[in-house]
């Protein structure tokens, strides 16, 4: 499908009350990779749930505790039971969000994860983004509105305050499967205005906006999509110094949150 050839449509993944002033008391983080939760894990010092709230058998991992007066949660999918990886990707992403949203009633959701970049759109190696609009860029349903179904096109929850205290930059997602890129891939990113493409922020915001919660998305850019280097290489040469960043602007958006409101943000 080529979205291009549709209006699109982008829907809020929640709205929120203005009478709702109380400070925010829980937060879920949502993360696909080890490597990516340990280090905040340690920072918040957070304990693994021993008696978890999650369904008998399944390798979802939640770490929790309290950081500055909030709840901090932080949930990632496990290790895949037979080859024993990390379990990315938007299926995982999507079950694990439900299940913590059921489980913990959070006020607000934050996947946090790394994210290729393109070059093209001025991202570079360790930028930070939080995203305003996300959207997927692998289904593809070219049947009129089924195709708008399928990119799914949501808004970020609005953060200006957020925004202006801390130094992240702002851009477009676009969320599929593979970490590679197509060249029908391509086209749909390019159809979404992506700066940063992920596999699994478009699937967190289906699910949060289903179940009413506030959502935002902070991305570190591992690899240039754009550039030269193949995208496993450089995903991988980068990874460690770029979780790193991404440990810290998540800490400061979290040092941020605590003691306000949604509406504060």
């Known amino acids: 499908m080529d979205s291009s050839n549709s209006t699109p449509e982008v829907s809020e993944i929640t709205s929120v009350s203005k009478s709702d002033n109380r ?52 949930v990632w999918p496990g290790k895949d039971a037979v080859l024993g990886v990390d379990s990315v ?6 079950l694990v969000t439900y299940a913590s949203i059921q489980a913990l009633k959070p006020d607000l959701i934050i996947n946090a994860g790394t994210a290729g970049g393109f070059k093209a759109k001025g991202a ?27 990119v799914g096109s949501r808004k970020a929850f609005s953060t200006p305050n957020l925004l202006n205290a801390l130094d992240l930059k702002v851009g477009r997602l676009s969320t599929g499967d593979s970490l590679d890129m197509t060249a029908t891939d391509e086209t749909s990113i390019f159809s979404n205005d992506a700066t940063v493409k992920d596999m699994e922020g478009a699937a967190i915001a289906y699910v949060a906006e289903l179940l009413k919660v506030p959502a935002i998305f902070v991305k570190a850019v591992t690899d240039i999509v754009d550039g030269n280097k193949p995208t496993p290489e450089e995903f991988l040469q980068n990874l460690a110094t770029v979780t790193a960043a991404l440990d810290k602007a998540v800490t400061e958006i979290v040092d941020f949150i605590s003691g306000k409101s949604i509406l504060a943000l």
């Open 124 to 150: 570079g190696i360790g930028d930070i983004y939080l995203p305003s609009v996300v959207a997927f860029h692998d289904r593809r349903i070219p049947i009129p509105v089924f195709d708008l179904y399928g």
């Open 89 to 94: 990707g938007t299926v995982s992403a999507s």
């Open 23 to 74: 400070p925010i008391s829980t937060i879920v983080i949502i993360v696909a990779m080890q490597a990516e939760a340990l280090p905040l894990v340690n920072k918040f010092q957070l304990k693994e749930d021993d008696n978890s709230l999650f369904p008998n058998g399944v390798p979802w991992v939640r770490y929790h505790g309290i950081y500055k007066g909030l709840s901090v949660n932080i």
